[in-house]
């Protein structure tokens, strides 16, 4: 027997069966096209005031110049190389970030003691402009990978142990003396409430921490990078390239899109039982 977050008693299928209750369809909504109207009106002024000389080429380069650079960077495989590179960057911190987030999360919301050791000194350094300790993460690990690491992971851990620490927290107490009625043990009731009540926050949180992540990651690649797209950026603005500076922000956002819409697509996947 479970309780899930939706306060709905869930009891397993006995002898007799149990009336169950049929999923309610749902019609695929179809793109609404008009929310590209205004990005695809900024591309084309782009281009126009391109073309009238408005922006020179070494403030902004065009929309054209810009697409064309791309395929001449995927082509030769300095773009795809560089992505690999960033996505190992942000791929390691985020999973040392989460890490850390989650641990002190559960240690600081399950645990009241947990909460008088963990919580303070968490809120102290989040106030603490993560992006202002490259000095001190430089000094501390040097001036390879790892400090592009920290960074990154500094960046995910705060976002996710505090939206971790508030589901937690902001369990429904309904549900939680309705499992204590049911006969549930301590752990039966943090696995079989507390975390699914938990799940849309921290959800919510892991959709910020990765926006910190590739954040953290643009400004941890302009600091004496030999390889990745900041590497990409940096060279290029030394030759006056705005062209290329600007396909690498491109990839920076599109990459921060790809990894924002996986996790929307697992909110709707895990988060089926809310009412929508």
């Not at 009891?11 to 009336?19: A, C, E, N, S």
């Not at 054209?64 to 690999?84: E, I, K, M, N, P």
């Not at 909460?115 to 202002?132: K, N, S, Y």
Request: charged share 15%; no cysteine; hydrophobic share 50%.
């Amino acid at each position: 027997m479970s309780i899930s977050a939706a306060g709905v008693l869930a009891r397993p299928d006995d002898d007799k069966g149990l009336v169950r209750s049929t999923p309610r369809t749902r019609k695929r909504r179809l793109p609404d096209l008009r929310r590209w109207i205004s990005p695809i009106a900024l591309v084309v002024v782009w281009q126009v005031a391109s073309a009238g000389g408005v922006l020179p080429p070494d403030k902004l380069a065009s929309p054209l110049t810009v697409f064309d650079s791309a395929v001449g960077l995927v082509a030769d495989g300095q773009l795809g190389s560089a992505f690999l590179v960033s996505m190992s960057r942000v791929l390691g911190g985020f999973a040392i970030g989460a890490a850390v987030g989650v641990v002190l999360g559960l240690l600081s919301g399950l645990s009241r003691w947990g909460e008088r050791i963990f919580d303070p000194p968490v809120q102290m350094l989040r106030t603490l402009p993560h992006l202002g300790l490259i000095p001190l993460f430089i000094l501390w690990f040097g001036i390879g990978e790892q400090p592009k690491l920290a960074l990154v992971a500094a960046g995910v851990a705060f976002p996710l142990y505090l939206n971790l620490h508030a589901g937690i927290r902001q369990t429904d107490p309904g549900l939680l003396e309705a499992s204590r009625v049911l006969g549930y043990t301590g752990l039966e009731r943090v696995l079989h409430v507390v975390l699914p009540s938990a799940l849309p926050q921290t959800l919510v949180g892991l959709r910020i921490s990765l926006g910190a992540a590739w954040l953290s990651l643009i400004v941890a690649e302009q600091v004496n990078a030999d390889a990745g797209i900041g590497y990409l950026i940096n060279n290029a603005r030394e030759f006056l390239r705005t062209d290329v500076v600007v396909v690498g922000l491109l990839v920076y956002a599109l990459l921060g899109l790809a990894t924002d819409a996986l996790v929307r697509a697992l909110e709707r996947r895990v988060l089926r039982w809310q009412a929508r």
